[in-house]
């Protein structure tokens, strides 16, 4: 399986973030999403928490989605490949970019109807290794009527762009650059999202 990284790193230097509908083949899209489901399936989802270590908690006026780590899902043939290629991305970006990030996360989520995510910032003061958000969407058929947007910002709290979460869309920006939210979903709204780490 052959991917080409270059638009991806090109938009991320010249923009810091890029979109793309294309980026995945299909059939890994229905697999990963068969692997999120089955996981749904078997409630091995857990509600998603904000703060650091012992501080976090479930604040559902902040974000109500739930969540299930990939490095806690088991062997699935699925997420063994997006690991790999994320991982061959990360080796490009380091490259590209003279990153110094040294592993890929990523956790499926899902949020029900009627949850959101307030706007945030992925790399913080309380949280500086994360360099590179992405995330890559799950949901068939969708219409944009039924929310869920992921609504970008820059750091001087200008509108940078509203992405909607179409099957097979694949995000990805700078974690310190741009504060996004996630606007209220009326429907059950699946996605995989990750960081490129330091250490």
Not at 96 to 102: N, R
Not at 118 to 133: F, G, V
Not at 136 to 154: F, R, T
């Amino acid at each position: 399986m052959n991917f080409d990284f270059t638009k991806v790193a090109e938009d991320l230097i010249n923009y810091g973030w890029h979109s793309s509908l294309d980026f995945f083949p299909n059939p890994l899209l229905e697999d990963l999403r068969g692997t999120l489901l089955h996981l749904n399936e078997n409630e091995l989802f857990r509600p998603a928490k904000v703060g650091k270590g012992i501080k976090q908690k479930r604040v559902a006026e902040i974000r109500g989605d739930w969540i299930k780590w990939l490095s806690e899902a088991g062997d699935y043939p699925s997420t063994k490949i997006y690991l790999e290629v994320m991982n061959e991305f990360r080796l490009v970006l380091n490259r590209e970019l003279l990153m110094a990030a040294s592993e890929f996360e990523a956790h499926f989520a899902i949020y029900p109807k009627n949850t959101f995510y307030k706007k945030h910032l992925d790399r913080h003061k309380n949280n500086p290794h994360r360099l590179i958000t992405t995330t890559l969407y799950l949901n068939k058929n969708y219409e944009d009527k039924q929310g869920g947007a992921l609504i970008v910002e820059d750091l001087h709290k200008n509108h940078v762009v509203t992405l909607n979460p179409h099957w097979g869309r694949f995000v990805c920006f700078i974690s310190s650059d741009f504060p996004h939210e996630v606007q209220t979903t009326t429907v059950e709204r699946y996605s995989l999202t990750g960081w490129m780490r330091s250490r």
